[in-house]
């Protein structure tokens, strides 16, 4: 009975997709892309699953993908990168904490999927992307879906966006070789960042910035694609 009071808010929302979404034909591909990979591996936090349930995913692939949008790996989306696995997204915007008002930068725009669920969750959100064709691409598509509020930007996330910090939170979508301290930086004191790091071997850490210093935590092992860049544009 108490556990299934623990997952009566789940189902609720789950329930409420359903009869409130029926005329997308993608919503219940998108149902069970939350149910499946998202609420049976553990990602519990309510405006990260409502955002999934409403973000339609398949509109950040290329046409010809759409069918393979709610599934369970990344998609390419042209120019040798991907949107990445929607488990990875949830849990990378679960552990950032979403949290309205929240200023958040994401270095790496990429199809704007992260970008958008950030969003949802009410975060105020700078992007960077490093391709400026994916950029301005992805800026149309989020405008189109009502997210214009969202601030963009072309260039190399290795110096972060100096002029807008410190942030709440960082989110990093492409692996660098080592945590790149510009971003470090510019994160507030009582901040976070989830970032992929390392080469062949990636590990997702959790770096968070307190009054007493900068504690890393590895959250999970994760193959995202190079950071591309200058490792040197850090050092502004
Ligand atoms: N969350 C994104 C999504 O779901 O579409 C992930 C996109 S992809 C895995 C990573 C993105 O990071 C690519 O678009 C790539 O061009 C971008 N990127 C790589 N290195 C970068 C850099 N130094 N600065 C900014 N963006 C970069």
Redesign the pocket.
Known sequence: MEELLFYAPVLLILLLAVVTDGADDYAEMRWRMVEDQIIARGIRDSAVINAMLKIPRHE?VPPESRESAYGDS?VP?G?G????QPYI?ALMSEVLGPAPGRKVL??????????AILAETGAEVYT????PE?AERTRRLLEKLGYTDIHFRV????AGWEENAPYDGIIV??A?GDVPEALVSQLKVGGRMVIPVGGENQELLLIEKSEKGVSYRKVTSVR???????PG?EKV
Do not use: C, H, K, N
């Not at 260039?155 to 290795?158: E, H, I, L, R, V």
């Open positions: 950040f990344p989306i120019r990168q991907t949107i990445s997204v994401e270095v790496g725009t990429g199809s704007g999927y992260q970008t960077i992307e490093i391709i994916l260039g190399d996330g290795y979508t492409a660098p995202f694609v190079p950071m591309t860049g200058e544009a």
